[in-house]
């Protein structure tokens, strides 16, 4: 029988490895002058769980630092998924 929690934790991986490689394909766009990524994009990333590795990429490359509609709505999904586990931990 497969464990819902290795689908989770599978889930889980994957989608911050896409999310930590979408920014960093993003910052190369910018040093290059490229198409970009759009920032809904990225925001979808991290709702689905890939807040970690937004944060991971956002810190490791420096990307994304001052733009604060994106920074704000980042916080803002990752206090949602923040309160989510603690009622998920809660029942």
């Known amino acids: 029988m497969i464990d819902p929690l290795q689908i989770l934790l599978g889930w889980l991986a994957l989608v ?24 809904r994009r990225l925001l979808w990333l991290a709702a689905l769980g890939g807040t970690p590795g937004v944060f ?7 990307h ?13 999904i990752l206090g ?3 309160v989510g586990l603690g009622l998920l931990l809660a029942m």
């Open 16 to 39: 911050n490895l896409l999310a930590f490689l979408a920014l960093a394909k993003d910052k190369h766009a910018a040093k290059k002058r490229r198409r970009r990524m759009p920032e």
């Open 64 to 76: 994304k630092t001052r733009k604060q509609p994106f920074r704000r709505w980042l916080f803002l």
């Open 80 to 82: 949602v998924q923040i």
């Open 56 to 62: 991971a990429a956002i810190h490791l490359f420096s």
